[in-house]
């Protein structure tokens, strides 16, 4: 094989740029100092040795140069050498259709790889892969040559992996994720094996699920290894005590937490979620909510309430039962008592004595209740477009901005006019009604 040239240019550029200016500066003052001739003589022979140093210098830029640009040529396979002479091996084949065919060859472009066996055959010269099962005659070959051994011991490339779940990154590399491996998470650039107590892997997320059967079952998954797979309708989490994947449908988990959440148009929902995946992120949570199971991303301030679902029937405790009539008999006989004390006998020959006549009760007058003669225009909610609403605030407080008006129109209850008389505060409380908001005067 014809050798690669090599490249000489940091070589010429130290001999010319370094080494001859330098050589000459120091033979020239040498020569130009003295008038001795062996002063001389040392100056020549500082000139060829500065001279000769600063090429090894710049051939070794080269030799280093060169070793990292060139890159690593490939094995030439034994089919792809020049082949001469007669056919040496006679090789009896039984193809998938059942026929038994008869190829002629040449020992020496035998390779196996595999399962295969692939051989240049005459008379075309072409290369063909046999499988070594179909071979009739493989006893009478001799021993086939075996592939040589790789001069490197360089890694494997094609087993990297630079994608995954941040529970199977690589501690040690720290940019390579983890490849599993006879039981193992295996790195096949620092060639170490980690098992799942050394990666400080532990069930840290409940998962409830509900399988096709309709059973429910709760898996302690470790949080961070979960992978979305598919169209993104099922998802791949590592579960203890095995620490091996498992696929879980989405629409099939089970929620176990209610959030009551107020929107920014002011309206109440609750969302069923799942809780070990609320995850804190600056002024939001981010959560999986029902029936997706998606993520979604709810404002801390406007979160109102949370509450455990209850998934299992409530308990049913035992009272004592206590008899309704003698109940009724007890409130019977005191009744009977209090009648009989309030009744007054009556003394026969006395005559009857006239009844007082009694007082009128006099009505209490009822508190007079004054208006206050300014009030607060409070919006409490608006329609599906706040643009007719902008306008109407624009005419109410024409002092403002367009970004104080667009303020105005979040985070509800919000107070937007203040101190008004009542006849105005109607008015611009029917304007905001007609732009769809929700409006209260106070």
């Known amino acids: 094989m014809e050798e690669p040239v090599k490249s000489k240019g940091c070589t010429w550029v130290f001999m010319i740029f370094i080494g001859v200016p330098l050589a000459c500066t120091v033979s020239g003052v040498m020569f130009a100092e003295t008038s001795d001739d062996v002063w001389r003589?040392?100056?020549?022979?500082?000139?060829?040795?500065i001279l000769h140093y600063s090429i090894k210098v710049g051939n070794y830029f080269d030799e280093q140069n060169n070793s990292v640009q060139s890159p690593k040529r490939k094995r030439k396979r034994n089919w792809q050498k020049k082949i001469t002479g007669p056919t040496d091996i006679s090789i009896r084949y039984q193809n998938s259709k059942g026929e038994v065919k008869t190829f002629e060859g040449w020992r020496q472009s035998i390779e196996v790889t595999g399962n295969h066996m692939n051989i240049v055959v005459a008379p075309d010269k072409v290369r063909?892969?046999?499988?070594?099962?179909?071979?009739?005659?493989?006893?009478?070959?001799?021993?086939?040559?075996?592939?040589?051994?790789?001069?490197?011991?360089?890694?494997?490339?094609?087993?990297?992996?630079?994608?995954?779940?941040?529970?199977?990154?690589?501690?040690?590399?720290?940019?390579?994720?983890?490849?599993?491996?006879?039981?193992k998470?295996?790195?096949?650039?620092?060639?170490?094996?980690?098992?799942?107590?050394?990666?400080?892997?532990?069930?840290?997320?409940?998962?409830?699920?509900?399988?096709?059967?309709?059973?429910?079952?709760?898996?302690?998954?470790?949080?961070?290894?979960?992978?979305?797979?598919?169209?993104?309708?099922?998802?791949?989490?590592?579960?203890?005590?095995?620490?091996?994947?498992?696929?879980?449908?989405?629409?099939?988990?089970?929620?176990?937490?209610?959030?009551?959440?107020?929107?920014?148009?002011g309206e109440e929902k609750e969302f069923e979620a799942l809780a070990c995946s609320m995850q804190p992120s600056n002024a939001h949570i981010n959560v999986w909510v029902a029936p997706t199971f998606t993520r979604i991303a709810l404002k801390k301030e406007n979160i109102l309430g949370q509450r455990d679902l209850q998934t299992a029937a409530p308990t049913v405790t035992e009272e004592p039962i206590t008899p309704v009539l003698q109940e009724s008999?007890?409130?019977?006989?005191?009744?009977?008592?209090?009648?009989?004390s309030t009744i007054t006998p009556v003394v026969e020959g006395?005559?009857?004595?006239?009844?007082?006549?009694?007082?009128?009760?006099?009505?209490?007058?009822?508190?007079?209740?004054?208006?206050?003669?300014?009030?607060?225009v409070v919006v409490t909610a608006i329609g599906m477009t706040s643009y007719e609403a902008t306008k109407v605030l624009q005419a109410a407080r024409p002092n403002l901005g367009a970004f104080a008006v667009y303020?105005?129109?979040r985070d509800f209850p919000k107070v937007v006019v203040e101190n008004l008389p009542r006849a105005k505060a109607e008015k611009i409380k029917q304007e905001l009604e007609d732009a769809g908001c929700t409006v209260e005067l106070k």
């Open 41 to 49: 003589a040392i100056a020549v022979i500082l000139f060829c040795v």
């Open 128 to 183: 063909v892969a046999l499988n070594q099962d179909r071979i009739l005659n493989q006893d009478e070959l001799d021993a086939l040559p075996a592939l040589p051994a790789q001069a490197d011991d360089s890694p494997d490339y094609s087993k990297f992996r630079y994608r995954g779940p941040e529970a199977e990154r690589c501690p040690e590399c720290a940019y390579l994720f983890l490849v599993e491996q006879n039981e």
């Open 185 to 265: 998470q295996h790195c096949p650039y620092c060639k170490k094996d980690f098992t799942p107590q050394q990666l400080g892997w532990s069930g840290d997320a409940a998962i409830g699920y509900r399988n096709h059967e309709g059973e429910h079952k709760v898996f302690n998954a470790v949080w961070n290894s979960m992978t979305s797979k598919g169209l993104g309708s099922t998802i791949s989490v590592r579960v203890e005590p095995t620490f091996q994947r498992i696929t879980l449908t989405r629409n099939r988990i089970v929620a176990d937490k209610a959030i009551r959440y107020r929107n920014f148009r």
């Open 329 to 340: 008999q007890t409130e019977l006989l005191a009744l009977l008592k209090t009648r009989a």
């Open 350 to 376: 006395s005559e009857a004595q006239p009844e007082q006549p009694k007082e009128p009760v006099k009505p209490e007058p009822e508190p007079v209740t004054t208006e206050p003669a300014t009030v607060n």
């Open 407 to 409: 303020g105005l129109l």
